[in-house]
């Protein structure tokens, strides 16, 4: 079953590519192409994952989740940092803010869908009373 995901990157074909993904599998996909407006996608749509690029206009991947974990009851969003950067400081940061995952772009459509089902595979887990 198909879950809400905000995916935000400044890197449009990326975001389209990947978005375009997520839906053929069922998801409901808002795409933001800064910090701010993933914020105000999280605020308003209330998904349960967040698909984070680190360093975007505005409001870098780091800003974003201090801001959020501010304004809003964010604390069963799933978040994933998604960077260009594979260093381990940027993994260790990322991983020390409580994101669920992170990932190194230019992950195949494959990948992509394996690791988000995952992620919700681990929701279902973590919430069935049973």
Known sequence: MGVNIVLADD????RAIYSTCLRAA???VWEAC???EAIVLVMDRKPALLILDVWMPKLNGFEVLERLREESDSSNLKVVM???LGDSDTR????AVGVTDYWVKGLSL?????????ILA???LTTDPG
Do not use: A, I, K
């Not at 260790?92 to 991983?95: A, K, M, P, R, T």
């Not at 990948?111 to 995952?118: F, G, I, P, S, T």
């Open 34 to 36: 800064d910090g701010e």
């Open 122 to 124: 681990d929701m279902e």
């Open 92 to 95: 260790l940061e990322s991983f």
């Open 110 to 118: 494959t990948d992509l869908q394996e690791r988000v089902e995952r």
């Open 82 to 84: 998604l960077s260009n």
């Open 26 to 28: 069922g998801h409901e």
């Open 11 to 14: 890197e449009p074909d990326l």
